[in-house]
């Protein structure tokens, strides 16, 4: 079957530090796949996408690698904040009857300490 | 810009009422979704809409029903309620099949 696996484990790092998340997946041949944070209470916010011949892409101080050999993505915080606080989820397309819709990982949660 | 708007935020149910859960989005998007979470299992898709007129089972679909009503809207609809349907659900929609997502603020619902 379909798994998508995150670190249920919660990270904690000092401010400052680059904080590094993890997203592994079974039985998937995915095109691209997706970051998102949440935060408690509210809805998921998308973060960043990449894509299959996409080795690497950054935004501001997020880094995502892709991997499709060792099907894993990496997911970077530089220079973490308090404020980047949360729960972080990984995504990928399932193919279905009518084109693709997301499966989502169970997400890892972030704390961020002064 | 409202982008996706959930109706109700909260609502409690006796087991067996029915309910109807509203979703709209402003941004003209093709595609809609409907998600529970739940401690410990994360975001479980239960339907979606790829383009108005379309819709297609999740993970999750036994017990739910959708109507994809036009292009702005999607509403979910629980004919039985059981208290394994207590959850926080989300509606999403995006451009495309291959876009990013922008959810509602969900609905907390519990079945009692």
């Known amino acids: 079957s379909q798994k998508i696996e995150q670190n249920s484990e919660a990270l904690n790092i000092q401010e400052g530090k680059t904080a590094t998340l993890t997203c592994n997946y079974t039985?998937?041949?995915?095109?691209?796949l997706q970051w998102y944070r949440q935060d408690p209470g509210r809805g998921p916010v998308f973060l960043l996408l990449?894509?299959?011949?996409?080795k690497e892409k950054r935004k501001e101080r997020l880094k995502v690698t892709f991997d499709t050999t060792l099907k894993q993505s990496l997911f970077h915080i530089t220079a973490s904040q308090p404020a980047d606080s949360a729960t972080y989820l990984c995504?990928?397309?399932?193919?279905?009857?009518?084109?693709?819709?997301?499966?989502f990982g169970k997400g890892t949660s972030l704390l961020v300490t002064p | 810009n409202a982008g996706v708007t959930q109706t109700p935020k909260f609502q409690v149910l006796k087991t067996g009422q029915s309910m109807t859960l509203q979703c709209a989005q402003d941004?003209?998007?093709?595609?809609m979704y409907w998600y529970r979470q739940d401690p410990g299992m994360g975001l479980r898709l239960i339907y979606y809409?790829?383009?108005?007129?379309?819709?297609d089972k999740g993970e999750v679909p036994n017990g739910y029903n959708v109507s994809r009503l036009n292009k702005r809207e999607f509403s979910l609809r629980l004919e039985s309620a059981a208290p394994s349907q207590t959850s926080v659900y989300f509606c999403?929609?995006?451009?495309?099949?291959?876009?990013?997502?922008?959810f509602g603020s969900g609905t907390q619902l519990s079945v009692l």
């Open positions: 999403a929609s995006s451009a495309g099949a291959i876009e990013k997502l922008f």
């Open positions: 039985n998937y041949s995915p095109a691209y």
């Open positions: 990449i894509r299959e011949n996409e």
């Open positions: 995504a990928l397309a399932l193919t279905t009857n009518s084109g693709y819709a997301l499966n």
């Open positions: 941004m003209n998007h093709n595609s």
């Open positions: 809409s790829a383009s108005e007129g379309t819709t």
